[in-house]
């Protein structure tokens, strides 16, 4: 009946995408790109299942472990699942073995310090009560004993008061039971019984990853405990609320990637998969009617219509199936949060920044549904360029994203020391992603390219370096410590936002950041209507398309200036590459090609080659007061600060895996930048040693490019509550004592450092002064 209102006609299906994404499965990273995917793999993504809590033994397989919403390990699949696969593709099945498993016990903040660092695996647990902890000298004496016994999986030593205690987990069989290898159901803490909560497992071998395997079984576990007469996925705690939609909302995405890949091979599995989104998504339609969407599912709406279009696009649906489906989505926007009218109210509205992040795209997967819908008389295309455009008109910030510790700031700032947080640089990427796929337009594959080449690599640090072994809550573009800031700028999360590690200020990243990467790899190629061959985004990789075409891209961009396409599909096929907005010189085979267009050529039926000289120049932009970011191609230039690591917890592993650091900077950063704002190029000098195989791409020292650039040193520039201050205004040197004479040093790209400034006061408007006796300079 709602449909007839609606006027909807079951058997019309959604609009069709711009550019069609390929199934997960179809794409094989290579260079680097498949170098980054596989340190994500060897780092947290890869491990989380042996030793976060939340993960290992979530809810979600019968354990305990949980962030409170049931959404850590939904978070976790979203990303792994994607992952696995295109490193199947790869021909990577098993990551090298990990030797050394302990948890040590170092303290952190408040009454978490004393049992173990690591805030959400002690979370509700009780480690004294049932068995009592023995006397020791000190906490590596626990270690030590527990890694001499066969039956202790890990340890907790409680160091605040003397005589130190020990604890051994695995005394308590329940605990025991509670690993993912484990048979499911075992319940952690058993009603009367208390249980350590360090997880430290304590593996006499070395036990390879083998990352495909954990996601066969969480992904097994989780269909095999469907409930069989609501259809209902997961834990069902809290049946009342109308927040309880959110946390399977990552299950279903991380399922229909499942399908996806598992589609061709096993058609079982796919439809198990997408049957069990069915249900779950039709019992969430009769639970709304009783308790409408709340907090964060009424936020977050959107991501639940885009798994319902994924059902109607491709899973076997009767008609009454699919017109339920079809309610449900006017249902979710119904109940939903108004993206539309929120981001036309910008800047003078605020909102959680994840929440707008995923908002972004709701304009997007709305026009699927409804073509003609509008808002303020704007169409939904329009809609969605004018929100890119207003965040970055208030709070944007030179890596692409937008600003918003927690919460977007209300009166708006663009000040590059605030900082944005890792779930909102993922959830962004992937509404670009979706905005480009659905609308088209190439903004939004620049801005992804963007966001991932610059905010995502730039919130990773470890004494190593390129790793993804420790990362931030919040990143900030002028970042001159990370450290247990107190003043600090950010205004929502705690002091531990900027540290480096597991989960500071909170988990939620640390669950959901694994997405990041492996969306993007699966984002690269698309199918045009006419059944085109598109190349969406540059990165080294290969694809097979649904049309039976393949295409691969041979290139070491943003590092490097060319790329050589291959495509071997039927004659006539038309290949479509883009060129990006800033490729104001490119060309295609010689010829060329307009800035922000899609070049179009044509397959001839055996394999054309087309090569592609993307031509970069280096560019500024400007910021408030007057201050400049460098860039070239997709990449921004950052000054590197120098860090020394503080070592303050450590979690699992080797000293080289998962630790948690403060960051001190130990080389100057107050500078002004010496160029001649209407001629950058004259003397700001690329240079390219080129990337090397098999290098982490995003290291934070021998970059394989970087700019030469003018700086005069600024010494007023002053600290702010433990941050850099807005850059001086600009021109910051006019008054000639302010700066010092100007030396040469290199800008890096951003993602390569840890510490960093990337928004750098100009110092004169003008021709800048003498600079051939600048000394050289350099950090590293
Ligand atoms: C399964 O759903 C039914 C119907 O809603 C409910 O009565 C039952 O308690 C659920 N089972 C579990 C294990 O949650
Ligand atoms: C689609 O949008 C148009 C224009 O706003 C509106 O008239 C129509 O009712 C909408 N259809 C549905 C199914 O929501
Ligand atoms: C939409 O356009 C109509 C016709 O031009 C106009 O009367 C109306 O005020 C517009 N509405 C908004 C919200 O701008
Ligand atoms: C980063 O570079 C350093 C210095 O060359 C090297 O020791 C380290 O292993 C590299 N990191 C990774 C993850 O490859
Ligand atoms: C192409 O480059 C010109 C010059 O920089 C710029 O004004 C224009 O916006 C670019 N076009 C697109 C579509 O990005
Ligand atoms: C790190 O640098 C800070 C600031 O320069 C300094 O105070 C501190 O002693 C250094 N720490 C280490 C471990 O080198």
């Not at 044509?602 to 400049?628: H, I, K, N, S, Y």
Request: one cysteine or more; glycine letters at 10%; charged letters at 15%.
């Amino acid at each position: 009946m709602l449909l007839a209102t609606l006027g909807l006609c079951t058997a019309v299906p959604l609009q069709p995408y711009a550019y069609q994404p390929l199934p997960v499965g179809s794409v094989t990273p290579k260079g680097w790109l498949l170098k980054q995917l596989t340190l994500q793999a060897e780092g947290l993504s890869g491990h989380l299942a042996q030793f976060w809590h939340d993960i290992m033994s979530s809810v979600w397989i019968g354990g305990s472990g949980d962030g409170g919403l049931h959404e850590r390990t939904p978070y976790w699949l979203n990303g792994v699942i994607p992952l696995a696969f295109l490193l199947r593709n790869a021909g990577i099945d098993e990551l090298p073995p990990v030797a050394g498993i302990y948890k040590a016990p170092w303290g952190r903040h408040g009454w978490m310090s004393t049992l173990c660092e690591s805030g959400g695996e002690v979370r509700g647990a009780v480690i004294a009560g049932g068995v009592a902890g023995y006397p020791v000298e000190s906490a590596a004496e626990c270690r030590d004993d527990c890694a001499a016994r066969s039956d202790c999986v890990g340890y907790a030593a409680e160091t605040c008061s003397a005589p130190v205690r020990c604890w051994h987990k695995g005394q308590l069989p329940q605990a025991t039971a509670a690993s993912p290898a484990a048979p499911v159901g075992g319940k952690e803490a058993a009603a009367g019984v208390s249980t350590c909560a360090c997880h430290g497992r304590n593996i006499p071998k070395p036990t390879p990853v083998d990352l495909m395997g954990q996601v066969e079984r969480y992904v097994e576990v989780i269909l095999a405990h469907a409930n069989a007469t609501s259809g209902w996925l997961g834990p069902d705690s809290s049946p009342a609320s109308g927040g309880q939609y959110w946390g399977p909302s990552n299950v279903l995405q991380a399922l229909w990637q499942w399908a996806e890949a598992k589609r061709e091979g096993d058609a079982a599995a796919f439809s198990k998969a997408s049957r069990a989104m069915l249900l779950h998504l039709l019992e969430q339609r009769r639970r709304m009617a009783k308790a409408p969407l709340a907090s964060w599912a009424k936020a977050r709406w959107i991501d639940m219509a885009k798994s319902a279009e994924w059902l109607i696009d491709n899973a076997r649906l009767t008609d009454a199936q699919r017109g339920e489906l079809l309610e449900l989505i006017a249902l979710l926007k119904a109940q939903g949060e108004d993206w539309d009218g929120w981001f036309e109210a910008v800047p003078r509205t605020s909102n959680h920044n994840v929440n707008v992040a995923q908002g972004l795209k709701s304009a997007a997967v709305w026009w699927r549904f409804n073509s003609s819908a509008s808002h303020a008389n704007l169409s939904m295309a329009q809609l969605s360029l004018r929100r890119m455009r207003k965040l970055d008109a208030a709070y944007g910030q030179p890596t692409g994203m937008y600003l918003g510790d927690e919460i977007t700031p209300v009166p708006h700032t663009r000040s590059p020391s605030r900082g944005i947080e890792l779930c909102g640089v993922v959830e962004a990427l992937y509404s670009y992603e979706a905005m480009y796929s659905v609308h088209g337009t190439l903004a939004f594959a620049d801005r992804t390219e963007r966001i991932a080449y610059n905010a995502l690599p730039a919130t990773w640090a470890s004494p190593r370096g390129g790793d993804m072994w420790a990362h931030q809550y919040l990143q900030a573009v002028n970042e001159i410590n990370a450290i247990k800031a107190s003043p600090h700028v950010w205004q929502h999360d705690n002091a531990f936002s900027e540290t480096y590690g597991l989960e500071p200020n909170f988990g939620c990243c640390t669950a959901n950041f694994h997405q990041g990467w492996p969306k993007f790899a699966n984002s690269l190629f698309h199918s045009a209507p006419d059944g085109g061959v598109v190349v969406s985004m540059w990165a080294p990789a290969a694809a097979k398309l649904p049309s039976g075409a393949t295409v691969e891209v041979d290139t070491t961009y943003p590092f490097g200036d060319d790329a050589t396409v291959t495509v071997r599909a039927a004659a006539g096929t038309p290949v479509y590459l883009r060129i990006p907005g800033w490729a104001v010189k490119a060309t295609v085979n010689g010829a060329a090609a307009a800035n922000g267009t899609l070049f179009r050529g044509v397959a001839t039926g055996g394999a054309d080659v087309f090569a592609v000289a993307f031509r970069p120049e280096t560019r500024l932009e400007r910021w408030d007061g007057g201050a400049a970011s460098v860039h070239r191609g997709a990449l921004l230039y950052s000054l590197p600060i120098a860090p020394n690591y503080t070592v303050y917890a450590h979690h699992f592993g080797t000293a080289d895996m998962s630790s948690d650091y403060y960051l001190q900077p130990t080389s100057p950063w107050r500078f002004a930048l010496d160029v001649d704002p209407a001629s950058p190029g004259s003397t700001l000098r690329f240079e390219s040693r080129g990337y090397r195989s098999g290098a982490a791409p995003w290291n934070h020292s021998n970059w394989p490019t970087s700019i030469a650039a003018r700086l005069r040193p600024l010494p007023t520039w002053s600290v702010t509550a433990n941050s850099a201050a807005e850059p001086p205004r600009s021109p910051a040197c006019d008054a000639a004592a302010r700066c010092g004479p100007a030396e040469v040093r290199d800008l890096v790209p951003h993602g390569g450092t840890e510490l960093r400034i990337g928004e750098l006061p100009v110092a004169f408007f003008g021709p800048p002064g003498d600079g051939a006796r600048s000394p050289r300079i350099s950090v590293h």
